[in-house]
């Protein structure tokens, strides 16, 4: 006799193989709660006896719970943890990183990362730029679903472009108008709130500072007149 609990997915079939009884439970579909110890009761009239069979179910794991550690321009620090890892040991993890514009097929992945680790920085990113970022876990049985998906944007850094277009226009005996573009969007690193103008009277003998005004920055074109120079 084979105690089972009663559920549809449980069957048992029993045969004669010469002076044996061959009896076989079948689980189907098997899931993870089916793991456990089943109990096996064999009884005649001479006696009863009792077996005991341990059942582990294998499955690719759940997907780790990935958290945002740290943030700069050009880096995210991740840290995670695992729930279940389909009772099978972890034998890695992937971690996937793309520009949110961008789709799943182009991204940067970081594959077999250490088992033993439980955090990761992703490095060489663009300041003040929105990525999506999500991971995987790995055991002998397969991979699991991908984590939820996190979305963060790097801090801003300072600009790795200059002005553009930059001209200089004689208005009057005593002044110039400076006109100029921002730096090209990809050199930005973020909002661009303002300008230093530097200037100084030319001298081929001289080393003189320059004199620094700081200008709000308005749009793409900028335009700033420098009043009160020399004739």
């Not at 594959?111 to 876990?137: C, E, F, G, W």
Request: some cysteine.
């Amino acid at each position: 006799m084979i105690n089972v609990p009663e559920m549809s997915r449980y069957s048992v079939s029993t045969k004669e193989v010469g002076d044996e009884v061959l009896s076989v439970l079948q689980i189907n579909p098997t899931v993870r709660e089916d793991s456990g110890f089943f109990s096996c009761h064999a009884i005649n009239s001479f006696g009863e006896d009792r077996g005991i069979i341990q059942l582990t179910v294998q499955e690719p794991p759940v997907p780790p719970k990935v958290q945002i550690r740290e943030v700069s321009a050009r880096t995210i620090s991740l840290v995670w943890t695992m729930d279940f890892d389909g009772n099978s040991p972890i034998t890695g993890y992937d971690i996937e990183c793309k520009n949110k514009s961008d789709s799943w097929d182009s991204v940067q992945r970081t594959k077999d990362v250490s088992p033993q680790l439980n955090q990761a920085t992703i490095i060489d990113l663009h300041p003040s730029s929105t990525y999506n970022i999500r991971m995987y876990a790995k055991n002998h049985i397969g991979k699991s679903a991908a984590s939820k998906e996190l979305t963060i944007t790097t801090e801003e850094a300072a600009p790795d472009g200059e002005p553009q277009d930059v001209h200089l226009d004689p208005i009057s005996s005593q002044s110039i108008r400076v006109t100029w573009k921002a730096p090209k969007k990809d050199t930005q690193n973020g909002i661009i709130r303002g300008y230093q103008i530097g200037y100084r009277e030319y001298s081929t003998g001289g080393n003189y500072q320059f004199n620094i005004i700081t200008v709000d920055a308005t749009g793409d074109s900028e335009v700033y007149t420098l009043d009160n120079l020399k004739k």
